[in-house]
DNA sequence: CTGAAAGCGCTTACAG
DNA sequence: CTGAAAGCGCTTACAG
């Protein structure tokens, strides 16, 4: 890369006329026009552009943004989110850093060829200390990389929010997804969990179903949705069973669960995409038929919903708007300004996984 | 953050003693032991790490590297072979710019509400042209930013050889995934298509098949294939009708094609999970059995493969270790060492969709 | 053994 | 209208 020093000699100015040039678009009315059209032309002709690095030093800030979170780039959700912010961040100047602070991915590699690749360690065998032990060192490499400001793209918890309360108060932080942070210093992008439990529980109610299971949910949500079944003489049938069952494994045994405890059930409100994918799963292999014996509804809308026999009818949410927000929240930040969390809406997608119930035509159980 | 300076004064040193003392790990016999721990002791009460940007810039290099590429974090390969170069790279002391050059993910945002989100481009949508020019902005910045080192994560065209060409010219350049480079200087970490075309066909012979048909590879794999099962007797049976099936949806249109057109069929290879998929949910809409009725074996060892029904029987790859790979190529170019492609092993994984054929029981066509 | 000085690429008062 | 100077945080010869 050429330097502002090799510009300013072509052109036979000084570097402080070469910055000045470069920095006032419209021509401030400073320098004189004919300074002005020799840098141009020299700073075009080798395609010059500033060095972020000198800039930062001198300006005390890096344009960089940290990246902080156990999900980070290995989940449809987050990457698609972090897309979103990407863009407004790049739009406004702003890199992502990435690498220093993300914590190992949910799951090792798919492929473990013995003695010939090197053991990934299992993020799940993380105790509470080594979690605690990452984050700070990932904070730590952060702050010496002089980040201007940190996306956290991880659910808030007992774990950790002691040290992101500890960081929102040396620098913007802002937080993507998984509800509010519930720390007032951070604010959140995030969808609407009334609108997902009404938009579910209006469909399912529209369609006739008077015996809903909720699998997998937070417990606002479960909240939420009983108050609305209750104000059509509904409740929830599952009497809690399921807060925890979130992944596709977590579904088939659900499923199997519900077909033994609560065989009157005529429809499945499962709280993700992916244990959605284990109840169909599990349908299949038991033979029961989707819809027609029973109905299942998503959340998220991940591309698998296509994937999936039948297609998952599936409450959508804005993913790239997501980050999208966060991103703004975050400038508003590191532009000195205050800001609240934004909370998008939600839709639902129908495709073919529900129906009106026809409880009376199970043929199997068990 | 605290700066040397600070640290300088508290320990009551200059800042230059403060640095050799920080830099010396062992001591290296120049600083007194005094100086030494005084200096030590200081740095680490305020928990000072040296600002990367004062380095960087002192140095001439950021410790930084860019990533380059459409898929980019989008894409569960990607994301996991990222997730392996992050390691190395992290403990190399370097950090990955993420944004700035990242180019549009695949797909548009799953959920588009009119009115309230702004429109998401469809980078499908792009022209040659402007692909280029988006990458050309990209590298741009990249500069700019002043990395010191590119990853390019996607595969080489006819549209991007010469823009990756011209940068791996300006600076260390490195292709992870998608196969050889094709450019000299730009070495590239993959998996071996000899090993995966030799297992896939070994393994279906092994089982007895000998109406084997080919989905969505790349003409090298199917000539390695075709040479392997020719050392048998055998041959191809899909007359390369299927070079370019590689989404769900061609898996499900290319396994109507073969019941139509090459009903002796007993085996599908697909070369990737992804268009596997779409011939399992073919078979399901079309009862017909798998793998009693036919064969099918994927290629990637997706997180989908346990999520299907049945189950997918694939050859896995190293994904987080033909990242780690392409780090270390990079580094080594960094480090101003030549280094050559790295070409990594593959392996089968036995799951439910591959058996003995028994193509006789056959009992629907259409 | 320790510190003053130069310099990486930039921007911003300030002087002329 | 233009340029010399200071300084962001660091490291590295070099002098003492």
Redesign the pocket.
């Given at each position: 890369m050429v330097?502002?020093?090799e510009i300013a000699r072509e052109a036979?100015?000084?570097?402080?006329?070469v910055?000045?040039v470069?920095?006032t678009p419209g021509g401030g009315?400073?320098?004189?026009i004919?300074?002005?059209k020799k840098v141009l032309a020299v700073a075009r002709k080798h395609n010059y552009a500033?060095?972020i690095?000198?800039?930062a030093?001198?300006?005390?800030k890096s344009y960089t943004i940290g990246l902080l979170g156990q999900l980070g780039i290995y989940d449809y959700i987050a990457a698609n989110s972090l897309y979103g912010a990407s863009r407004i961040f790049r739009d406004a100047g702003y890199g992502i850093e990435l690498t220093p602070a993300q914590l190992p991915p949910p799951q090792p590699d798919p492929l473990k060829l013995p003695g010939v690749l090197p053991p990934v360690p299992e993020p799940t065998a993380l105790t509470v200390e080594e979690y605690q032990e990452h984050l700070r060192e990932a904070v730590r490499r952060l702050l010496q990389r002089g980040v201007d400001g940190i996306l956290i793209l991880e659910a808030v918890s007992d774990a950790n929010r002691e040290i992101f309360t500890e960081i929102s108060k040396q620098l913007p932080v802002v937080k993507l997804l998984f509800g509010s942070s519930g720390i007032p210093s951070i604010p959140s992008s995030y969808v609407d969990p009334t609108m997902i439990a009404k938009l579910g529980g209006e469909y399912l109610c529209r369609l006739g179903h008077r015996e809903i299971v909720l699998l997998g949910s937070r417990p606002e949500v479960r909240e939420i949705l009983d108050r609305y079944l209750a104000g059509r003489g509904l409740r929830l049938r599952d009497g809690n069973m399921f807060p925890l069952c979130k992944s596709f494994e977590d579904g088939r045994q659900a499923l199997r669960r519900i077909l033994r405890e609560r065989p009157e059930t005529t429809a499945v409100f499962c709280y993700n995409d992916t244990n959605a994918a284990g109840v169909l799963h599990e349908a299949l292999r038991l033979g029961i038929r989707v819809p027609d014996e029973i109905s299942v509804l998503g959340v998220n809308n991940l591309e698998i919903c296509e994937q999936l026999y039948p297609q998952l009818t599936t409450i959508a949410m804005p993913i790239i708007g997501q980050g999208e927000a966060a991103a703004e929240l975050l400038l508003e930040l590191i532009n000195g300004r205050k800001a609240g969390d934004r909370v998008l809406p939600a839709q639902l997608i129908e495709r073919e996984s529900c129906s009106a119930p026809r409880t009376h035509e199970r043929i199997t159980t068990t």
């Open positions: 330097t502002i020093r036979e100015v000084s570097i402080s006329t910055s000045h470069l920095n009315g400073k320098a004189s004919e300074t002005r500033p060095s690095r000198g800039k030093l001198r300006e005390g």
